[in-house]
């Protein structure tokens, strides 16, 4: 290997640098319209009567309303999510009509001279209201998915543990906050539409334009421009905000785009899902696990989008990185008439993760038996079975990365130096350090990635030009690199020798959607045997594979013989060792996880209760760095926004729609919040991946909550269970355990 291991320069770097990335507002289309939405102010109630000014000149517009669509849903999972309402609104913002005009200032002018008249209906705006009362045995009709994990007797195992500990955890809504706003433009060419925009999934795209308007595979074309960042937030969203812009085109004629600004982007697309976890765990005397009781409740929004496989990966991890002989997970996502919930970065992982990792503390009070042994008592292993029954046989580093952060943190040390420093009352602040230990399936649960049998392909042009072929999107995690790094690798030939073709539904296969760590793992490794089909047939016609650009052109026109190009696609086939029932739930829930500890340093300030954290020092095995900088840099973001999960991100929802919808007073964590990081990357290989490379992408996001909130319990000695934990909070409960005291 001469590229893979090194940080090779940042493929999409130069233009991004020096101003040439265009985004899609950058893109201009000749006779353009721009598009805005007309949006319900109530959060459930039915359209009496929609009011449109006769004093405003209409004729210079466009609109569109639900009767324009000619299949009026987003097709997704389900397809119970209108494009455009027709009669019950479901939730606050939801899209009634659409407006496009000429002048951009002039669309969001006629917003104000449209009236719409409701017949309002009792809404369900948190969980509390949605089920009645939150035990599972009492859930009603509005459950969108349900899982059932079982292994052992929970029971018995109960009737024979010593210690049997209870807890229930809550985490909110959080924002993706990406920095490019959402933004989509559409139009129409010989009966077929092409969509271009800010997005992670063209192939969602295409499938959902194709149900809108009833047209075949080649009639609709999906370009990704360079995009600002998705987190999980421009996975399924587009699909709406494309479909508008394609209804729109399809009736003015013209090209149509709509950018939605900051608070629109806010207050009416997805979030991450606010959950509710409860843990009965029973230990044996000495700290091992016998029991593992959870249910898990989560927030779903007013339509499913994509809350059962967000509920699916919660479910899936809720027991955490340890080996149980008992456990039984009840999960279930309901609706509320809220806005959809959706992806974001660890996709339900994070909430259940900071249950359980919370819930040590909780143990270690109860027993007497301190957080860290628990851990390395209990914590997964070669040759641990998981809640599913899955054999973990390679690449678990689940220990290594304890240790290495427990030793580079002085996590032991810290611990006896604090209680010491904390018993000092003329102190001006607590110190405190906790952590966390966790795991993260790499790629789509279960049978996901068979289901979606992704292709990819490398391409030979007859000029000798060779490409990566992929739908995965770069949306500043550095896919591109990766892909050029790989591929250079396996044919051994250098780096800038490789280029990678646009994300074009037009032009590239369906590589799958661009989630679920699963983009380096899974695309990559088909990349990979891409390129060895690719270096074989090229030996066996040539004898040996071209060293220089000139032969390299020349075996292009020999096996092109006289076509552009000639393509070498490989599609997914799930290794042998994966074994998954979905009825069942039981089996290989993923094909491998990759593992990270998070140890936290903070101090809380004894006037204010502001937390500063001081360091962060993690340790995180994601299989084989193929670019160690840039894995560098997601573990350093990611961790970036779990201390913005743990600390400062707040959503305030009132009447069912988000009421601090700006950057103002939804506070996310700057370069003077964020505190510095030890960052190290522990390499177990994956024998699947190439290179042995896992998922490093959403891993980093599940650690910083839980390990936050165990320092902020020993420096406070306050056990908050609840993200974000606000100064308000920690004031609040340092109150009422004075009053208790």
Same mark, same amino acid.
């Given at each position: ?12 770097? !130069? ?20 598009? +805005?939405? +007309? ?100 859930? !009603? ?33 959080? @924002? ?54 998705? /987190? ?22 013209? !090209?149509?785009?709509?950018?939605? $600004?900051?608070? @629109? ?33 989560? $927030? ?51 909430? #259940?993760? /900071? ?79 906790? =952590? ?8 789509? #649960?279960?049978?996901? @990635? ?32 990766? /892909? ?5 690798? #396996?044919?051994?030939? !250098? ?58 052109? =020349? ?45 936290? $340093? ?46 400062? @991100? ?19 964590? #700057? ?19 190439? /290179? ?30 609840? =993200? ?18």
């Amino acid at each position: 290997m001469t590229v893979v291991g090194t940080n090779a320069r940042r493929y999409e770097g !130069p233009d991004k640098v020096c101003g040439r990335a265009k985004y899609i507002d950058d893109h201009d289309f000749p006779g353009c319209l721009f598009g +805005v939405t +007309v949006r319900s102010s109530v959060a459930h109630g039915r359209i009496r009567r929609i009011d449109f000014d006769p004093k405003f000149p209409w004729s210079e517009c466009v609109v569109a309303t639900a009767r324009d669509v000619p299949h009026n849903s987003v097709l997704l999972i389900e397809q119970d999510q209108p494009l455009l309402v027709d009669e019950i609104v479901r939730h606050a913002m939801e899209p009634i009509a659409l407006i496009a005009h000429p002048r951009r200032e002039k669309a969001y002018e006629a917003l104000r001279h449209v009236h719409v008249e409701y017949e309002e209906l009792k809404p369900a705006l948190t969980l509390s209201q949605a089920l009645g009362t939150e035990a599972l045995i009492f859930a !009603p009709d509005n459950v969108f998915k349900r899982f059932l994990i079982e292994k052992g007797d929970v029971e018995a195992g109960l009737r024979s543990s010593h210690f049997i500990v209870e807890g229930e955890y809550r985490v909110g809504h959080q @924002e993706q906050a990406y920095i490019e706003n959402n933004g989509m433009a559409a139009w129409w060419d010989n009966g077929g539409v092409s969509v271009m925009g800010s997005m992670q999934c063209p192939y969602y795209v295409h499938k959902a334009i194709k149900h809108m308007f009833g047209l075949p595979d080649e009639k609709v074309r999906v370009i990704q421009t360079a995009t600002g960042g998705g /987190f999980g937030g421009k996975e399924e969203y587009p699909n709406m905000i494309g479909g508008h812009a394609a209804v729109l085109a399809r009736k003015a004629g013209r !090209p149509v785009k709509i950018i939605y $600004d900051r608070g @629109e982007d806010m207050a009416a697309t997805t979030k991450r899902h606010p959950a509710v976890v409860r843990h009965c765990t029973g230990l044996s005397r000495d700290g091992k696990l016998l029991t593992q009781d959870i249910e898990v409740i989560m $927030d779903g929004g007013a339509y499913v989008t994509l809350s059962p496989v967000v509920l699916s990966r919660a479910t899936l991890h809720a027991a955490g990185s340890y080996e149980c002989p008992n456990v039984r997970v009840r999960s279930q996502v309901v609706a509320t008439n809220t806005p959809p919930n959706g992806a974001f970065r660890g996709f339900g992982a994070p909430q #259940t993760l /900071f249950a359980v990792e919370l819930h040590w503390e909780k143990i270690a009070q109860a027993t007497g038996i301190d957080s860290l042994t628990l851990r390395r008592r209990n914590a997964f292993r070669e040759g641990s079975i998981t809640a599913t029954g899955q054999h973990l046989r390679q690449s678990v580093g689940a220990l290594e990365t304890l240790e290495c952060c427990v030793k580079r943190g002085g996590y032991e040390r810290k611990r006896k130096e604090y209680e010491r420093f904390n018993r000092d009352p003329k102190k001006k602040c607590w110190k405190g350090i906790g =952590l966390a230990l966790v795991h993260h399936g790499a790629g789509f #649960t279960g049978s996901g @990635e068979a289901h979606l049998a992704s292709r990819a392909a490398i391409s030979l042009t007859r000029q000798g030009e060779i490409k990566v072929l992929a739908a995965s999107t770069e949306i500043g995690q550095g896919t591109n690199t990766l /892909f050029a790094q790989i591929v250079a690798d #396996t044919l051994g030939v !250098p780096y800038d020798w490789v280029a990678v073709e646009a994300a074009d539904t037009g032009r590239v296969p369906n590589s799958g959607p661009t989630v679920a760590s699963r983009t380096c793992m899974i695309v990559g490794g088909l990349l990979q045997q891409a390129a060895h089909l690719f270096k074989k047939e090229v030996v066996e016609a040539r004898g040996s594979f071209p060293k220089t650009r000139k032969d390299m052109h =020349l075996a292009a026109v020999s096996l092109c013989n006289g076509q552009p190009e000639k393509r070498f696609e490989t599609q997914y086939q799930t290794p042998a060792h994966v074994h998954w029932d979905d009825k069942t739930y039981r089996g290989d829930a993923y094909g491998v996880y990759s593992y990270a500890t998070v140890v936290a $340093d903070l101090e809380i300030d004894k006037t204010t209760f502001e937390v500063r954290v001081r360091k962060i020092t993690t340790a995180q095995d994601i299989g084989k760095a193929i670019n160690p900088l840039l894995a560098e840099g997601q573990i350093a973001g990611g961790t970036a926004q779990g201390v913005g999960y743990a600390l400062y @991100e707040n959503v305030v929802m009132k009447g069912g729609v988000m009421a601090n919808a700006q950057l103002t007073n939804y506070i996310i964590p #700057t370069s003077l919040d964020t505190p510095p990081m030890d960052v190290v990357i522990i390499e177990r290989p994956y024998s699947e991946g190439p /290179f042995g490379a896992k998922g490093v992408g959403e891993l980093p996001m599940d650690a910083p909550g839980p390990a936050i909130a165990a320092a902020i319990y020993q420096a406070a000695g306050l056990l908050i269970s609840e =993200l974000p934990i606000l100064p308000e909070k920690i004031a609040q409960a340092k109150s009422h355990d004075q009053a208790d005291g």
